[in-house]
């Protein structure tokens, strides 16, 4: 954090000691803010505190020229709007979603790979262990699970004939018991079909708990079991362990699976 603050120290008062273009006219005629609280990555969900702050910082301060830093998808989906109506680009190193790669969005460009790149990864990954034919996935509910079985879907189907067999599930509300849609009932389809490759794309970490518990009732909690957690980057790695932590099932279960994440 210190190094990231002398950074924009050094660009807004261009010292060119470092980089020798900051004295250049261009960058004279930008300034970078960040507020002297920051931004929290827990708080992206809170609608519209980021736009508002981005607001209220531009009426005592110079127009900025560029927006950088929303992390997740909907802070970035939000600032999107008001990138475009300013006409100045938002760069984003977080935000995965698909929708970004769109006409929707025109204004956002992003240092990181979208879930179509990460989704042929995952399946190269899968191919180069010898681990093909039979894919099934579970996902959540609601903006973040969809594109990543669509994702992963497309890279599965133009991997040469090395998936045969893809099959998906979905969870939702309620997520206990054994409802139409629940964990239990998504986890009895993938013992039922025997798909040994299962992904799991889940923006609710308390799920973790849910899906290694039913795993460990079914008997699908190791053996020939692969798992692979599909989760957003607004999802710390320490929440993941804490889970573990505090359910041996989830450390059984997380054990040697692969965890995809926008870093």
């Not at 210190?2 to 960058?27: C, G, H, M, S």
């Not at 964990?183 to 708990?209: D, G, P, W």
Request: aromatic share 10%.
């Amino acid at each position: 954090m210190a190094a990231a603050l002398l950074a924009v120290d050094d660009f807004n008062t261009r010292n060119a000691a470092v980089i020798p273009e900051l004295k250049n006219q261009e960058y004279r005629q930008c300034s970078v803010y960040i507020p002297e609280n920051g931004f929290e990555v827990h708080h992206a969900y809170d609608r519209g505190v980021v736009p508002k702050t981005l607001v209220g910082t531009s009426s005592t301060c110079s127009s900025p020229c560029a927006i950088v830093g929303p992390y997740t998808n909907p802070p970035t989906e939000e600032l999107s709007v008001i990138a475009e109506a300013w006409s100045i680009p938002i760069v984003t190193h977080g935000a995965e979603g698909p929708q970004f790669s769109l006409d929707k969005h025109p204004m956002v460009f992003r240092s990181n790979v979208n879930v179509h790149a990460i989704g042929e990864a995952l399946v190269q990954f899968l191919i180069s262990k010898g681990r093909t034919n039979f894919l099934h996935g579970i996902y959540q509910t609601g903006f973040f699970g969809w594109p990543w079985v669509e994702s992963i879907k497309n890279a599965a189907r133009e991997s040469e004939g090395n998936f045969t067999h893809f099959r998906t599930e979905k969870v939702g509300p309620k997520f206990e018991g054994n409802s139409l849609y629940s964990v239990s009932s998504a986890m009895n389809e993938v013992k039922l079909f025997s798909y040994r490759n299962v992904f799991l794309a889940v923006n609710t970490i308390e799920l973790l708990s849910l899906f290694a518990n039913s795993a460990e009732e079914l008997h699908m909690n190791g053996g020939d079991y692969v798992y692979i957690l599909i989760i957003p980057s607004d999802i710390e790695l320490d929440e993941v362990v804490s889970q573990a932590a505090s359910n041996s099932n989830v450390t059984k279960l997380i054990n040697g699976a692969a965890l995809v994440r926008v870093l």
